[in-house]
């Protein structure tokens, strides 16, 4: 058997109930076969794959608060700090009530090489808790934060783990999660990134996945010699990263005639109402009914259905698993040419070999949504030197690291004989620069 199935079986064997850590264990590992093949003596002398499938550590902890009735509650906090080979520990805190350790596993794992890619000096983790911040009020948000903070801040700091926001985790949370770390430690450092800008933000933070995943696919479009410009794009969700894919998508001339939330999506064939769209769910936190009885264009469908909607360029900016075989053979039969996935792992692994085959360009979530780590690593320089940047030297810094990041996975794919598949390049370009540094750190 070849290091690379047998790395797969021992992974499947010692983490069988994290069913999302295996597929990410699976799916990077299936696409670095060809540089484990080239390398595979070292790489097994030196245990690469056990390592690196092996988080440095795991911290879950018990995080008590009381809600509005005076009634304690009880949630489970989750850290995993998977690798720091090349940077702190670097990836968003994710509050729902779906949060696992395999969630947070997968997650971390998938961080790991997205932070690689962006070419910054940022190492893979990630965290979170089974907390649903949906319905609960200002001041239980607090106490859960805080109680959470109570216990994470052993584990983090500016430059051991530097945490972020993720789904359920927006600037309130990170406000009162950041508030706490300094009360509890007394020092005012770039411990989390995400912050408001009166604290420590960077602008464009906020914009940074959302406008990220539209500079990558644009890269990668213009390189396979087809226009963004006049196509029909259909996105998935309706959070931070749907919100801003949709802006920058607009802005490059594209029309988006989707978004969606997890109660049911909106098809709007005269093209988002951006400012609609802002309003609803940045303002009023309300569900996509309220867009569509404000907007006569707009159709609102209970439950899933985005990609049944004919489009060029489909961006699913939801969550995990949310575009399974039968929505990319819909997207395939309404002629689909690209796919960029702005959340983490949103396409299922037989879903991503269907586009694959049927010739779909396909940009995995690592790549195109890193846009937002790389802000935030953007955002932790700019704490260390003390300094503000404006928000079009982000941008433009922003935009050059997603080009640059195009251009290293389309490399790496091509100098391992797998020109076009950018899974695999993303994941070797990623993989290359981790295994470097820890065979450079030793066994450690
Ligand atoms: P938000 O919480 O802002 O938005 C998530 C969106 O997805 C909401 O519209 C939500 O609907 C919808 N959603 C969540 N769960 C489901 C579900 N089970 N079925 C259908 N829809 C669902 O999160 P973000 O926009 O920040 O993140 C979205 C994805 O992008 C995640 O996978 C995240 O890990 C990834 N990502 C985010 C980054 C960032 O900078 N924000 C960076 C890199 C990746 P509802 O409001 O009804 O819950």
């Known amino acids: 058997m070849g290091y690379v199935d047998e790395i797969i079986e021992l992974t499947a064997k010692k983490n069988a109930d994290q069913p999302e850590f295996i597929q990410a264990v699976t799916e990077v590992l299936e696409s670095l076969r060809p540089v484990v093949d080239?390398?595979?003596?070292?790489?097994?002398?030196?245990a690469v794959l056990e390592r690196i499938v092996e988080p440095d550590r795991q911290i879950l902890f018990r995080v008590p608060w009381v809600d509005d009735?005076?009634?304690?509650?009880?949630?489970?906090?989750?850290?995993?700090q998977f690798n720091n080979s090349i940077g702190p520990y670097k990836g968003g805190i994710r509050l729902h009530p779906s949060v696992n350790l395999g969630i947070i596993k997968f997650l971390g794992f998938e961080q790991i090489f997205k932070n690689s890619l962006t070419s910054l000096p940022i190492g893979g983790g990630k965290g979170g808790s089974d907390f649903d911040p949906k319905g609960k009020s200002d001041r239980e948000i607090m106490a859960f934060c805080q109680s959470f903070m109570n216990e994470l801040y052993k584990y983090i700091g500016a430059d051991t783990d530097v945490p972020a926001g993720d789904i359920g985790t927006g600037a309130r949370e990170i406000g009162y999660m950041f508030g706490q770390y300094k009360k509890i430690r007394g020092v005012y450092e770039g411990v989390f990134t995400g912050k408001g800008l009166s604290y420590g933000g960077s602008l464009a933070r906020k914009e940074a996945t959302g406008f990220g995943l539209?500079?990558?696919?644009?890269?990668?479009?213009?390189?396979?010699?087809?226009?963004?410009?006049?196509?029909?794009?259909?996105?998935?969700g309706s959070g931070n990263v749907a919100i801003y894919a949709a802006q920058k998508a607009t802005e490059l001339g594209a029309k988006v005639v989707t978004v969606s939330d997890s109660t049911g999506w909106v098809y709007d064939p005269e093209g988002i109402d951006l400012a609609l769209l802002k309003e609803v769910k940045e303002v009023k936190r309300a569900r996509l009914t309220e867009y569509a009885a404000n907007r006569p264009s707009a159709q609102y469908h209970e439950g899933r259905g985005v990609w049944t909607i004919k489009c060029d360029v489909a961006l699913p900016c939801a969550t995990q698993n949310e575009l399974l075989l039968d929505d990319a053979k819909a997207l395939v039969a309404n002629g689909c040419i690209a796919v960029a996935e702005g959340a983490n792992m949103p396409t299922t692994l037989d879903a991503t070999e269907y586009l694959k085959t049927n010739g779909v360009l396909f940009a995995p979530g690592k790549?195109?949504?890193a846009g937002g780590v790389a802000t935030s690593a953007l955002e932790m320089s700019q704490n260390s030197e003390r300094l503000s940047w404006s928000f079009e030297e982000v941008d433009s810094k922003l935009q050059t690291i997603m080009v640059n990041i195009f251009h290293n996975l389309d490399a790496a794919a091509k100098k391992y004989g797998k020109e076009g598949d950018y899974v695999a390049g993303a994941n070797i370009a990623g993989f290359e620069k981790v295994v470097d540094a820890m065979l450079a750190q030793g066994v450690c």
């Open 38 to 46: 080239a390398n595979e003596e070292l790489y097994r002398r030196e």
């Open 214 to 236: 539209l500079y990558l696919t644009n890269e990668m479009l213009k390189c396979n010699g087809i226009e963004l410009a006049g196509k029909t794009v259909c996105i998935s």
């Open 69 to 80: 009735k005076g009634q304690v509650q009880v949630n489970r906090g989750y850290r995993v």
């Open 367 to 369: 790549a195109a949504n």
